[in-house]
C-alpha cells in the first residue's frame, strides 16, 4: 500500500469515497485521537497515479458535488460487496454440508432433491419402454403413445409410422404452448447403458454440484443445458460419414434423446472449475482424457447415431459457466471497506 494523503477525518472519508466510486482501491485509516488527521492509503500501486491526480482535484474542491455524490456510489458498492461475501459464504457452507451429509449417510433424496427427481423422471419414462423377454428395452422401437409427449416437436403416427413437418421446425412446439417439449428429449433413453452412464454423472457431480450450489440454481442451470442442447441438436443434426469423420450433413431432425447433454455439461462445468483454479473436487487427468476421448467417439460414428451436437453445445455451455464461477469466486477483491488502526 502506499500512503496517499493525511486529512482530517471527515475529508479523509470523503476522499476515500471519491477513490472507491473512481475504481481504485483505497483505505482510510482513522487515528484514535479526537481532532487527529485521518490517513488514506492506495492499496495497489499502479493505482496511485490516478489516486494522486483524484487528490489534486480533491484538494482544489473538496466540497464539489461530484464527490457527495461519489459517498453514495461507495456506499453501494460496499453493499454489494458485502452482498457477494454472504453469498461465497453460503456457497462454501452448502459445499461443506453436501460432504458431512454425505459422509454421514443422510439419505440422497435429502442431499440431492433435483437430481433425485429428474432420476426418478427418467427411469419412469424408460420403464414404459420395457417389452418384456423378448423386447427387453424397446421405448423408441415400438413408439410407445408416451413418446409423442416427449420428442422436441409434435409427432403424428401415419398408419403406425411417425411423421412430422420439417419446414416448420420448431413453431408447432410453440404455437401448441407444449413447450415442455424443450426439455423432456433429455427424459429419453435408448437402452439400459444409455440410462445407466447418464444417471450416474447425477448420482456423482451432480449431487455434488446440487448441495454447493443450491437446488433451485441447479434446476436452472439443467434446464438451461437442456433446452440449449436440444435446440442445438434438433437444428444442428449431423450425420458424420465414416471412416474417421469424413462428410457430413446438417439436417432438422426430432429422433434424438438422453440426459447427455445436461451429463457432459455437468463434466464441462468442473472441467471449467479446474481450469479457472477453483475446483470442486479432485477430478484426476485420467477422467478427463476418458470422457474426452468418449465424446472423440461418438464424433467418429463408431458407437452408431449419437446427439454429438447435444454433447458439444453442453461440454461448451459447462465449461464456461464453470469457469466464470471460478473466476468469479476467485478473483482478488479490492478492498472497498474503511479499515480502521
Known amino acids: 500500500m502506499r500512503l496517499l494523503a493525511e486529512l482530517p477525518q471527515d475529508r479523509a472519508a470523503r476522499l476515500t469515497d471519491a477513490l472507491l466510486a473512481s475504481g481504485v482501491a483505497a483505505r ?30 480533491f484538494q482544489s474542491a473538496p466540497d464539489a458535488p461530484e464527490f457527495h455524490a461519489a459517498t453514495k456510489a461507495a456506499n453501494r458498492l460496499r453493499a454489494a460487496e458485502e452482498r457477494e461475501k454472504k453469498e461465497a459464504a453460503q456457497r462454501i457452507r452448502r459445499g461443506r ?30 420403464l414404459f419402454g420395457w417389452g418384456g423377454a423378448d423386447a427387453p428395452f424397446s421405448l423408441w422401437e415400438r413408439q410407445e403413445p408416451l413418446l409423442q409427449w416427449l420428442w422436441i416437436v409434435p409427432v403424428t ?12 421446425g420448431l413453431a408447432p412446439t410453440f404455437t401448441t ?13 435408448a437402452n439400459p447403458i444409455h440410462l445407466a452412464f447418464n444417471m450416474s454423472w447425477l448420482v456423482g457431480l451432480g ?13 436452472l442451470g439443467v434446464l438451461t443445458v437442456a433446452a440449449a442442447s ?40 468442473e472441467f471449467g472449475r479446474h481450469r479457472g483454479g477453483r475446483p470442486i473436487t479432485n477430478m484426476s487427468p485420467n477422467s478427463t482424457f476418458i470422457m474426452l476421448g468418449f ?12 446427439a454429438n451436437v447435444a454433447h458439444f453445445t453442453g461440454l461448451g455451455l ?24
Open 177 to 189: 404452448g407444449q413447450i415442455w417439449r424443450l426439455f423432456t428429449p433429455a427424459l429419453l433413453h
Open 28 to 57: 482510510l485509516r482513522d487515528e484514535i485521537e479526537p481532532g487527529a488527521e485521518a490517513s488514506v492509503w492506495v492499496v495497489e500501486e499502479d493505482d496511485v497515479p490516478a489516486a494522486r491526480a483524484l487528490l489534486d482535484r
Open 230 to 269: 436440444n435446440v442445438a441438436e434438433f437444428y444442428l443434426n449431423m450425420k458424420f460419414g465414416l471412416p474417421v469423420l469424413g462428410l457430413f450433413q446438417v439436417e432438422q431432425s426430432p429422433w434424438f434423446g438422453g440426459f447427455s447433454g445436461v451429463a457432459v455439461a455437468l463434466f464441462g462445468f
Open 97 to 126: 454440508d453436501a460432504f458431512r451429509d454425505a459422509a454421514s449417510g443422510t439419505p440422497f433424496w435429502q442431499r440431492a432433491p433435483v437430481c433425485t427427481g429428474l432420476i426418478a423422471a427418467c427411469v419412469i419414462v424408460a
Open 295 to 306: 465424446l472423440f467417439l461418438c464424433v467418429t460414428g463408431r458407437l452408431g447415431q449419437i
Open 207 to 219: 449431487a455434488l454440484l446440487e448441495g454447493r450450489f443450491g437446488w433451485w440454481k441447479f434446476l
Open 318 to 341: 459447462g465449461f464456461a459457466a464453470g469457469f466464470i464461477s471460478a473466476k468469479r469466486e476467485g478473483a482478488p477483491r479490492r478492498p472497498r471497506e474503511r479499515a480502521a488502526s
Open 157 to 168: 403416427l401415419d398408419d403406425g409410422v411417425p411423421s412430422w413437418i420439417p419446414a416448420l
